[in-house]
């Protein structure tokens, strides 16, 4: 069993740059693959990140390349997003994730997911 408080988000201006993080409880993060995703009003869930449990395959969602950083800290438990040049529609609860395999997070499916965090970027 795995548990993900995510924390970090909030109000920031255009061009800002905010840091989120997923905290894990349970032995087993180390072994999971870790993403984010977000949601905004009224609109579909949309995969931003993922990373493999060693960190070593990373993938971006195409409206955060270049801008969002993914990353973790097996031995805090922990998975980031740096989340640079934010835009208006970067706005959207953020959710971390996690799942035994890459694939899943990658295809949203996910075993295990945290209560989001609000990101309102306001222009």
């Known amino acids: 069993q795995v548990q993900l408080v995510e924390s970090g988000g909030g109000l920031m201006q255009v061009g800002g740059s905010l840091r989120l993080s997923c905290a894990a409880s349970?032995?087993?993060?180390?072994?999971?693959?870790m993403g984010w995703f977000r949601q905004a009003p009224g609109k579909e869930r949309e995969f931003v990140a993922a990373i493999s449990w060693a960190g070593a395959s990373i993938y971006y969602g195409d409206s955060v390349k270049g801008r969002f950083i993914i990353s973790r800290d097996n031995a805090k438990n922990t998975v980031y997003l740096q989340m640079n040049s934010l835009k208006p529609e970067d706005t959207a609860v953020y959710y971390c994730?996690?799942?035994?395999?890459?694939?899943?997070?990658?295809?949203?499916?996910?075993?295990?997911w945290g209560q989001g965090t609000q990101v309102t970027v306001s222009s």
């Open positions: 994730a996690a799942a035994e395999t890459l694939r899943r997070v990658l295809t949203g499916g996910s075993d295990y």
């Open positions: 349970g032995r087993t993060f180390s072994t999971y693959a």
